[in-house]
């Protein structure tokens, strides 16, 4: 709460001199008295009001020529320099508003002010009050005071007073006393503006804060329908692998070998396809479209799939916690007993898409290995064949037949060289006889030409299309390769074997934990706590609201 700054009031007291000079021509002047020294300049009337004046002297005395001190002036003192009345106005406590604002007056005025503080002693000066709420401007136009202006445009107090023939009042209140009932009204004005803002609060908080809380408390007490729920727990296993090895084997048994499937589960659990199949089963729609629900939490005659999965999120809670591999179930409904047989039928669900997900796994284990089979087959039945035909397109060993020629090439090739010798040493001899020389030289003619004969042969074998070395590796390359695919085809057939065997086993099964038993007592609404969440969401609205209302007033005002 902000409040309006206020200029501060000062008493005014004539000096002895001011009074010694007015007693004279009081005697002959018929001009009223001036207004009190302490009343407010706003509180001056029409005609002034009876200053008091001592005992001695019942005439009043005239209006001194000079501009009287106005109400919330402190008079300088006669023969005060300018410094000494600055000195003094500095000591009053102004503040730097108060301060500004006489500055920008005397601009108005015309008055050629060396200080802030130099201001304020030329408005007063002047007669004018630099403090004084009303405006200048309007005092000056509208002279509803009856104040002049002299040749020199400066504003003076009314001359013209009327002349009062009694003494001056003796109940007028001292200084103290007018403070004091000032200081009172303020007071109370302040205490009834706060209890108009505290009234004001009070309507804004039962508006939008009470009576919200109140309704909602009332729905929640009275009218909202109880829902009963029913809790249950299941866990999805993996089966021993006894055969297993190897850092998959690690895992067996844990929440990690489980840790998708569980997670597959649940998102099924809370997906349109189990509402759907929820609702054709067991009636999820019907049930919760029944008169005797409220109208908040009913639903409407035939309602969409989205309608009813909105409301399905709301009553199925489905949550699982990873560190434990378990899986959660909340189901709530207005009969305890249809509760109980949603969750078993939900849970029968669950089981099967489990069943579903190890079944295609096992599916897919067995379709590889028989086509793995079967490819091992096809590749060993084509090495046969291609085996047989290189063996019937050629003799039953050809590398008998090469090695037989390749011996007797050698055998010739070692007679050949031991008559070519023969012949030699025949031929050495001065006188040889000449029949032997000749029996020998038809000897290695003989040779040469079996030995020619034999490499014709050898080069006849390995001349053409295919040679007998190149149809000899050839069949030992397709011997290779039978042997691989009889080596293939039996591991194909022994994984064929350990995968009907795991296929024959279930991989993944789900146990319950916690099976779901129907709630005898309404777990739904909690009055209580809702009540109070009601309450402190709207106070929190109201709270945001009333800042944001703040902030943006306090801004326009700046």
Do not use: C
Not at 207 to 235: C, D, H, N, Q, R
Not at 263 to 270: C, E, G, K
Not at 524 to 553: C, K, Q
Request: charged share 25%; no cysteine.
């Amino acid at each position: 709460m902000t409040t309006k700054p206020k200029a501060k009031k000062f008493r005014i007291r004539r000096s002895p001199s001011m009074a010694e000079g007015t007693a004279a021509p009081a005697a002959r002047s018929d001009a009223p008295t001036p207004p009190p020294a302490n009343q407010h300049p706003s509180e001056q009337q029409p005609t002034a009001a009876p200053v008091e004046q001592p005992p001695e002297q019942p005439t009043v005395a005239p209006i001194d020529p000079t501009p009287a001190p106005i109400a919330g002036q402190k008079p300088s003192a006669s023969g005060m320099t300018p410094e000494q009345e600055i000195d003094a106005i500095k000591r009053e406590g102004l503040t730097g508003r108060q301060v500004r604002m006489a500055r920008r007056m005397a601009q108005k005025q015309g008055l050629a002010a060396t200080s802030d503080y130099d201001a304020v002693r030329l408005l007063r000066a002047q007669g004018i009050d630099p403090f004084q709420r009303t405006n200048m401007l309007e005092l000056v136009q509208g002279n509803t005071a009856g104040a002049q202006q002299d040749g020199n445009n400066r504003v003076q107090l009314p001359q013209t007073m009327v002349q009062q023939t009694h003494l001056p009042s003796t109940d007028i209140a001292s200084p103290a006393e007018i403070r004091t009932r000032e200081i009172s009204e303020i007071q109370r004005d302040i205490a009834r503006r706060r209890r108009r803002r505290l009234a004001l609060l009070a309507a804004r908080l039962s508006a939008f804060v009470f009576l919200p809380t109140l309704l909602a408390g009332w729905y929640f007490y009275a009218i909202a329908t109880p829902m009963y729920a029913t809790k249950s727990e299941f866990l999805i296993l993996q089966a021993d692998n006894t055969g297993g090895a190897g850092f998959g084997s690690l895992l067996s048994g844990t929440q990690f070998a489980t840790n998708q499937d569980s997670i597959a589960t649940q998102s099924y659990l809370q997906s349109k396809d189990a509402m759907i199949r929820l609702d054709r089963d067991e009636g999820f729609k019907e049930h919760f479209s029944a008169p005797d629900i409220d109208a908040i939490q009913r639903l409407p005659e035939n309602p969409s799939n989205e309608a009813a999965y909105k409301l399905y999120k709301k009553y199925f809670k489905i949550g699982y916690d990873p560190t434990e591999g378990q899986i959660t179930m909340e189901v709530s409904a207005p009969d305890p007993q249809v509760s109980a047989r949603f969750s078993e039928q939900l849970i029968s669900y669950a089981e099967q898409r489990i069943d579903d997900l190890s079944q295609r796994k096992r599916e897919d284990q067995l379709q590889d290995a028989r086509e793995s089979l079967d490819l091992a087959k096809s590749e060993r039945r084509e090495a046969q064949q291609r085996l047989v035909a290189l063996q019937e397109s050629t003799v039953l060993d050809p590398e008998a037949v090469i090695a037989s020629l390749r011996s007797r090439v050698t055998t010739v090739q070692i007679q050949l060289q031991e008559k070519e010798l023969q012949l030699q040493a025949l031929l050495d001899n001065p006188r040889p006889n000449k029949a032997r020389v000749e029996g020998v030289q038809g000897d290695v003619r003989r040779l040469k030409n079996l030995l020619k004969s034999l490499e014709d042969k050898m080069t006849e074998a390995n001349s053409g299309d295919t040679s007998l070395a190149q149809k000899t590796s050839q069949i030992q390359m397709a011997q290779a390769d039978l042997a691989t695919a009889d080596v293939l085809m039996q591991t194909a057939l022994q994984t064929l074997k350990t995968t009907e065997l795991e296929a024959n086993r279930q991989v993944r099964y789900l146990t319950t934990s916690v099976i779901p038993v129907p709630s005898e007592d309404p777990s739904y609404p909690r009055s209580f706590e809702n009540t109070l969440l009601s309450f402190l969401i709207f106070s929190g609205i109201y709270l945001m609201i009333s800042l944001t209302a703040s902030i943006l007033r306090e801004q326009v005002s700046t």
